[in-house]
């Protein structure tokens, strides 16, 4: 299916993040709850909502071991994964409702068949989870869409991440990587910021930061240093049940995050030449700034000393640092006491 056009991924790599909302799976199988995360997403400002799209058949057997018993409701990871599972009606239904909404609709894709799923459905990007960057078969399977690729790395080597990357651009397909710590929360000393602009010089590529450090402050970070995709886990409350909870921002959260990055945008977007910056502040530079004052009431012809002067606001008449040229000077005329002094009112004084 083709999807339409979004101006976001028109902005990827000009200077604006793309802002991915991951609900994965905190819609807890509810999918009342799944739209009701879309409303939020859109309403904080993100450009993109991304799922998880698991089919338990596909991608498990019954015997996975991974998180059993994780929960009181399901008895293994199994049922788990069943129970996350919707149709593809309703996943088409995912689609049209953040679209609708002005987002960018995503989900990873943990099979063939979820891969073939959400092809029917339509996404204009594929975000490769971090489990399955070395599946050679899945990311195969999603290079025959053509769409752009994004893959994570939180569970790979470098080696890795460079068959990956050159995998994807055998097929000539478009390609990001994002900086990912298989870590849920991930504490700062983990979230390797260094790793950005190292992606970037070694593939040349979209690079972007998959954050679950569970605030604000690595996704700002990164975006200060220049980021062309940002993923973070989203949460309606802390009080939600699900394992991606404790690695997730909340929706008011997620608010402020995505004012602070345009904000950042911004500032990036706009270099300030220092000296013109100073030329425009001049007004407020004589308000704050400060001039030489007469200390004391004195008459016209004497001659000033320094006890005769006192510096203070506003800068409208002879800066202090000019303290120097005055003292020894002659007043050519009889000045009030807190007088600010121009070049008139002393003898051989010229305006610098």
Known sequence: MTTPAHPALAGLGSGRCLVIGEVALTHDGSLGLAHAFIDAIAAAGADAVKFQT??????????????????????????YWRRMEF?????????????????????????????????????PLWKIASGETSNRLLLDRVLDTGAPVLLSTGMSPV????????????????????QCTTAYPCPPERVGLNLIPFYRERYGCW?????????????LAAVAMGLD???????????????DVVASVTTSELRQLVEGIRFIERMRAHPLDKDASAEVTAPLRRLFTRSLVAR?????????????LAVKKPGTGLSPDRVGEVVGRRLRRAVVVDQVLSSEDIEGLTES
């Open 54 to 79: 698991h089919i338990a058949a596909a991608e498990s057997t019954p015997a996975e071991p991974f998180r059993v018993k994780f929960s009181r409701q399901d008895a293994t990871r199994y049922d």
């Open 87 to 123: 149709s593809e009606e309703q996943w088409r239904g995912l689609a049209e409702h953040a679209r609708e909404k002005g987002l960018l609709f995503l989900s990873s894709p943990f099979s063939i068949e979820a891969v073939d799923l959400l092809e029917r459905v339509g996404q």
């Open 159 to 178: 080696a890795e991440i460079d068959d990956a990357v050159a995998r994807v651009r055998a097929r000539q397909v478009p390609v990001g990587v994002f």
């Open 207 to 219: 690079v972007g930061l998959s954050d679950h450090s569970a605030t604000i402050y690595p996704g």
């Open 229 to 243: 995709l940002l993923e973070v886990h989203v949460a309606l409350s802390r009080e939600q049940f699900g394992p």
């Open 296 to 308: 004391t009431a004195l008459p016209a012809g004497t001659v000033l000393a320094a006890e005769h």
